[in-house]
């Protein structure tokens, strides 16, 4: 069964830093999606991504964060500049749009993020 | 401001027994109802789906309702295993023109099944 892949499983960085997290969605899927979820919390929505742009983005994705999808597999996303409260699991899913079956969304594993 | 709610947080149960979760909402415009298990640091993975005309829903021993006039969702999971450990998170997608949608997740109900 075709699923949505997240690599690192786990990234650990210092505060100030770069990360990139990657997603390779499923191969016929037209949307794509960022969650996080802190520790014993809720699993939140960042940014959704259609056609080369943002579809929409919550208020916790600010200008620190960016998505990407540099070819035709691979859904990154970026945040600048870590902070601590950034350390959270990052779940990428994605889903074939249309409606009722068609948009169900499939997450990947998730990537640990934890901030030093 | 849209809403899940879910209840009870945690719940303990024996094997074999059966249980029912709870969830309320205040989503718009709504499209879909979903119910997800998480395995403690894996995604969620989708169980049910339904569309306000739907009010019932099974996929195996698990079965979903909904009231779409109460906003009311239960997931009631039948002759529990021990791999149904897990939390389960109801979740509700706002529905967009051209296919998109937005889920608003609850914060789950972290079900544990003991021997």
């Known amino acids: 069964e075709p699923e949505v892949t997240q690599t690192p499983s786990h990234q650990v960085t210092q505060m100030g830093q770069e990360v990139i997290l990657r997603c390779v969605p499923i191969?016929?899927?037209?949307?794509f999606y960022w969650y996080r979820q802190i520790l014993g919390q809720k699993v939140e929505f960042l940014v959704s991504f259609y056609n080369n742009e943002i579809s929409e983005k919550s208020e916790i994705f600010d200008d620190q964060f960016s998505v990407e999808r540099p070819d035709g597999s691979n859904f990154t996303l970026k945040i600048r500049s870590t902070k601590l409260e950034d350390s959270a699991m990052y779940f990428c899913?994605?889903?074939?749009?249309?409606?009722?079956?068609?948009?169900?969304?499939?997450f990947g594993a998730g990537t640990r993020l934890s901030v030093l | 401001k849209n809403q899940v709610e879910q209840s009870p947080q945690s719940l303990i149960i024996l094997e074999g027994k059966n249980c029912t979760l709870q969830c309320n909402y205040t989503v718009s415009p709504f499209s879909n109802l979903r119910w997800y298990k998480q395995d403690t640091g894996r995604g969620p993975v989708s169980l049910t789906i339904?569309?306000?005309?739907?009010n019932t829903k099974s996929n195996g021993r698990y079965t979903a309702t909904l009231d779409a006039d109460t906003k009311q969702s239960s997931l009631h999971i039948t002759a529990s295993q021990l791999s149904d450990s897990a939390s389960y998170i109801c979740?509700?997608?706002?529905?967009?023109?051209?296919?998109?949608?937005?889920?608003?997740f609850g914060a789950g109900t972290r079900l544990a099944v003991h021997p």
């Open positions: 899913a994605s889903s074939g749009g249309g409606t009722g079956f068609k948009n169900i969304q499939y």
């Open positions: 339904m569309t306000f005309s739907e």
């Open positions: 191969s016929n899927h037209l949307y």
């Open positions: 979740v509700v997608s706002a529905g967009f023109s051209g296919g998109y949608n937005k889920l608003i």
